[in-house]
């Protein structure tokens, strides 16, 4: 990283997201090298070991929301294809899989983590470009963390007796799984890991937007030499995903996404033995007291929600103050606001990336102008925007009223909604004011104060004095139109499993 002394005689365009205002100096250009990646042209379905073509042979392209460049062409399943991958992975739960010794299936696991960490740098790289994530995140969050899920289940994968004493522990059989574009490689490794470990076999609908890590991943299971038909990787519309939640012979799904998506595969999978999993929307509350460390809250706040341009579903969109000290966080809230860099999500320096597709930019521009519309008070900072490719203002607004849909509904983008409170009580009172539930934050100094907040608060996740931190060892998931179920630490793995006395859970 190299910091230069801004010159006088440079022209005032290059700001690179920073204002004038009290910043003399700014980043020189930091671009991560695409040298040593190599996308194909085109990726055809990953069943049994093999890429192969749709049947019909059909594909879509899909493109680098940096740049509206086209970046691959991949296959469009059909529903045979998805019949083909459903028995792939039963016999490879059948014949194998769930026939192996955990700790055989443990040394797998083991495998695909150390090949994630050895090939970290390439899947990091092909994440940036497929998502508009800043490479700094996705370097140093997605990656690292999605090869920890796998050494985490690793170890859990031949001691599935001792967590769950008593209960006698089995597979349920063969797992679809569904994911969004936010976080792609993340969720495979959320989803792909606790369902290996614990003795399924799996089929993954990556999002049609971002499915290149996912190719990618289906490249490191041959690497890791795992037996053909134990992850199978489709790609297609919404409908091949409801083709997969309905096949007869899945026994497990688990889908993050929309609540609207989630909803209709709550519908769909009703009445069936199948277990579900769904990990849906969030408006999550971050709460400051005015006793709170002020410039920790704030990079806690700027985390929070403008962390991967706010396209989280456990953002905290909604930044509820306590009255006396709304004046001078808000002060150091713009302050901080306009220090952040957006732009090309290749460079290092880059804070805020692209958003993710032409859809929810347009998503996030109309409830934009409905924040505007309502009477709410925007801000957002005197930063350029690249020419072309998807890209959003960082923004917040004051004077929102809890009415406004800014502060109702998920915008799944850079976009925090203020408002403020004078006690406790009310500020639980408009936390608790939504229909979702999957996360929270605290900011104050009194643990008491923390734990009387974390116990009232209805949602999944509460974060006190930090925001938006995973580990594999901590259950993560919703109340309400959030969700239900877990993923992470040993919640997730009982996901997973059959325990009940006759074994017959999800056949
Ligand atoms: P979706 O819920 O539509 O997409 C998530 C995944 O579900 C994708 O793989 C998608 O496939 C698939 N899918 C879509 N329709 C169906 C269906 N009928 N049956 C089975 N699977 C389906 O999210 P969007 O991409 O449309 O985003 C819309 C909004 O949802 C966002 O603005 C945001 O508010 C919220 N969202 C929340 C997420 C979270 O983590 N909680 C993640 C993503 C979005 P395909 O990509 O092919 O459509």
Redesign the pocket.
Known sequence: MTLTKKPESRPAAATWGLTARGIPWEYAPAPESTDHIEIRAEYGLFIDNRFAPSRPKVTFEVINPATEEPLARVAKASKADVNRAVAAARRAHDTVWSRLPGSERAKYLYRIARIIQERSREFAVVETMNSGKPIKESRDVDVPLAAAHFFYYAGWADKLDYAFPGRQPRPLGVAAQ?????FPLLMLAWKIAPALAAGNTVIL?????TPLTAYLFADVVRQADLPPGVVNIIT????I??EL?RHPDVNKVA????T???K??GRAVAGSRKKLTL????KAANIVFDDAPLDQAIEGIINGIYFNQGEV?CAGSRLFVQESVYEPLLDKLKARLSTLRVGDPLDKNTDVGAINSA??LA?IKELVQSGIEEGAEIFQPDCELPDRGYFFRPTLFTGVSQSHRIAQE???GPVLSVLTFRTPDEAIEKANNTPYGLSAGVWTEKGSRIFKMVGAMKAGVVWANTFNRFDPTSPFGGYKESGYGREGGIHGLAAYLDMSADGTNGR
């Open positions: 569904i994911i969004p574009w936010n609908k990556p999002a049609s937007t297609g519309p919404g409908e995903g409801m939640v889908f993050t996404g929309s609207a998506v989630g209709m595969i990990e849906l929307g969030g579903c859809g929810q998503k998920e915008i799944f």
